[in-house]
Antibody
């Protein structure tokens, strides 16, 4: 079954870091990119960045420069999103999603995880 | 940055109704637009990409149209399983993705 399975909900203090995982199954992990989005309560989804699951190349949204680390473990078919220096405004559901790596087209997101709730509270 | 304006924010409709949702881009995005359906607690699902290409396995009652700055998602005959929130997404580069604010389709 082709799917992305995300890790469970997290509660963090302001200033801490959070690491969310996204395990892929049912397809060749290294042939795709994994994107990360978040959706704060009542807000539209926001794109954060992507990682090429094959070569590890990354691209971040400028909104997260310096706080966001995207990594992957090809042996585990798992991508990771780590966000540091958390603030209350980072409270959101975080999603991973897959896209092609084709150079012939721009990349839509064709498979999503169910999301991981991250709550930042003192 | 490209901004996406989606309307309406909420839509009340009955089973069998024809439903249309619109997304407008602040600049031309050619046809680099996708539509998603999202139900609470579930993974969002891709309906349409490249403005009008139906994703495999998606019922044919869903269709997309438009190019440039104005796009529509149409559900030709609303079914009980279609009550959900719908989002558009523009993807005009490898480093810029912007979502619409969403349209909640609810039972009239």
């Amino acid at each position: 079954q082709v799917q992305l399975v995300q890790s469970g909900a997290e509660v963090k203090r302001p200033g801490a870091s959070v690491k969310v995982s996204c395990e892929a199954s049912g397809y060749t992990f290294a042939n795709y990119a994994i994107h990360w989005m978040r959706q704060a309560p009542g807000q539209r989804p926001e794109w954060m960045g992507w990682i090429n699951a094959g070569d590890g190349n990354v691209k971040h949204s400028l909104n997260f420069q310096g706080r966001l680390a995207l990594t992957r473990d090809t042996s585990a078919s798992t991508a990771y999103m780590e966000l540091s220096r958390l603030m209350s405004e980072d409270t959101a559901v975080y999603y991973c999603a897959r896209s092609t790596l084709s150079t012939l087209t721009y990349w839509h997101l064709d498979l999503w995880g169910r999301g991981t709730l991250v709550t930042v509270s003192s | 940055d490209i901004q996406m304006t989606q309307s309406p924010s909420t839509l009340s409709a009955s089973v069998g109704d024809r439903v249309t949702i619109t997304c407008r881009a602040s600049h031309s995005i050619s046809w680099w637009l996708a539509w998603y359906q999202h139900k609470p607690g579930k993974a969002p699902t891709l309906l349409i990409y490249k403005a009008s290409t139906l994703e495999s396995g998606v019922p044919s009652r869903f269709s997309g149209s438009g190019s440039g700055t104005e796009f529509t998602l149409t559900i030709s005959s609303l079914q009980p399983d279609d009550f959900a929130t719908y989002y558009c997404l523009q993807y005009t580069s490898y480093s810029q993705y912007t979502f619409g604010q969403g349209t909640k389709v609810q039972i009239k």
